[in-house]
């Protein structure tokens, strides 16, 4: 499976968390970096549930009934066929919580609460494309 994809938005987000890091916050690179990176963990969760949702039809065979799995679905059954450990599992639940509460709250609390989950994101984008391209 092409994972390329997966890589570089893991890329992209790395690198707007190291340019994030000595800016102040009241600075607009601050600003700046912090939207790059939030916007990296959307596609991120986004491009990751799709390639996941791909790797599921090879275990379950009718792609129907990947389609019309929820996310966190998805998310089990990638657990289930081991394409998950549990503690990326439940790494990942968390993630999609927190994005979909980020359709309602832009707020600066909400913003550098979602920050704190990203560098842990990133690593496990990385993960899953590594995954990915081993099966």
């Known amino acids: ?30 600003d700046l970096f912090r939207n790059a990176a939030i916007k990296s963990f959307e596609l991120g969760l986004e491009t990751g549930g799709k390639s996941l949702r791909r790797a599921l039809k090879e275990y379950l065979g009718a792609a129907r009934t990947v389609d019309a799995l929820s996310f966190n679905d ?16 439940e790494r ?3 993630y999609r919580s927190n994005r979909n509460s980020t359709a309602h709250d832009y707020g600066e ?4 609460e979602t920050l704190r ?9 990385r ?7 081993d099966r």
């Open 1 to 30: 499976m092409k994972t390329e994809h997966l890589v570089r938005i893991a890329t992209t987000l790395e690198r707007a968390l190291e340019y994030l890091r000595p800016c102040a916050p009241d600075e607009t690179l601050y």
């Open 74 to 89: 998805v998310l089990r059954q990638a657990l289930k066929f081991q394409i998950l450990t549990p503690d990326e599992t």
């Open 92 to 94: 990942w639940l968390q």
């Open 109 to 112: 609390h909400f913003a550098n």
């Open 117 to 125: 989950l990203l560098p842990t994101f990133a690593s496990d984008l």
């Open 127 to 133: 993960a899953l494309a590594e995954r990915l391209d």
